[in-house]
């Protein structure tokens, strides 16, 4: 036991006379107190220095932090010092926040609704094909064309009894409305007296006007709003050339010479010239403005210069008529006459 608490107190001490010797105590013992104070006061400064540096970054952070504050959030919800005011931005969202809800929830029925739109534009499309394929130039046409065959099927229904087989004739009146076609018709004109083909000429050639009447109505309808479209687009587009009321009464007869053909490029166009005409005019008028006011300059200058030729010199006395002799007398007159 002996033995081992003696080895470990000799590697305690060679431990320790490893990391100081005792030169290095000797020195520090006999160093003087004032240095030992100014190692001590140095160490001090160095610590203030380091933490003076480090309060000096967190500081500088907080600038720039409070900087892009600043520069990120809108003039009317800063304070005074120009930070955030998070009292007015959260105001505001609560405010907005319905509004946020509800474009949320549009966005979700769009959503919803947008498959339903575009089945019905597709069926859409379908029709306009199937109604082209059937040689008509579009649905409306084609429903007129049923309608029409349906009218004419019901007035020969009244007709019957005049026919030799009703039952045969009432079933190509049905396969006639469900499937129109003049060949069809014919046969069925075949089968009715002339009394009571002219009576149902007579109900088709008003269903016919009345189409007719409807169609005009609808194509005056379309032209007027397509000529509207190209009114407001001209004028929400080149607002200040309609203050010019020559243009405005060009742009005018224009329409009305081309109605709804007269499209927005085509009024791109003339405004585009008008413009340009305008710009040339007031170029020519300042040309011909500077051409004036040089030529009046130049014609006063020469007014100036004879009024200063022709005026008597200002030392020229007026001769005194009374020292005068007879012939330096008529003389004189003969000057001034």
Known sequence: MEIEQTTSTNNV???????????????????????????????TDENDDTQSETDTSSQDNSQESSKEDKNDCPEKFRNEDGTANVEKILKSYKELEPLINQKAQWEKERAELLPYKEQF????????????QQGFNSV?????????ANLTANEYAKYLRYTE??????????D?????????????????????????????????????????KQAETQKLSNIENVIKYAVEKHNDIFDYEPFK????????????????????????TMVQMKDLFQKEFEKQSNKDLQNKQATDAAASINTANSAPATSQKDPDISKMSDKQLVKLLKDYV
């Open 13 to 43: 001490d060679n431990s320790s006379a490893q990391e100081y010797s005792i030169e290095d105590i000797q020195n520090v013992l006999d160093e003087p107190t004032n240095e030992r104070s100014d190692n001590v006061a140095a160490k």
């Open 121 to 132: 534009e597709k069926q859409q499309q379908q029709y306009e094909e199937n109604a082209r």
């Open 140 to 148: 409306q046409d084609m429903e007129y064309n049923y309608e029409l």
């Open 165 to 174: 087989e009703p039952e045969k004739v009432r079933q190509m009146l049905i």
């Open 176 to 216: 006639y409305a469900n499937n129109p076609n003049d060949e069809l018709l014919n046969d069925i004109e075949f089968e009715f007296p002339s009394e009571a083909i002219k009576r149902v000429t007579v109900a088709q050639e008003r269903q016919k006007q009345y189409y007719q009447s409807i169609a005009s």
């Open 249 to 272: 009464q060009l742009f005018i007869n224009t329409l009305n010479r081309y109605g709804d053909s007269f499209t927005n490029d085509d009024a791109e166009m003339l405004i585009g």
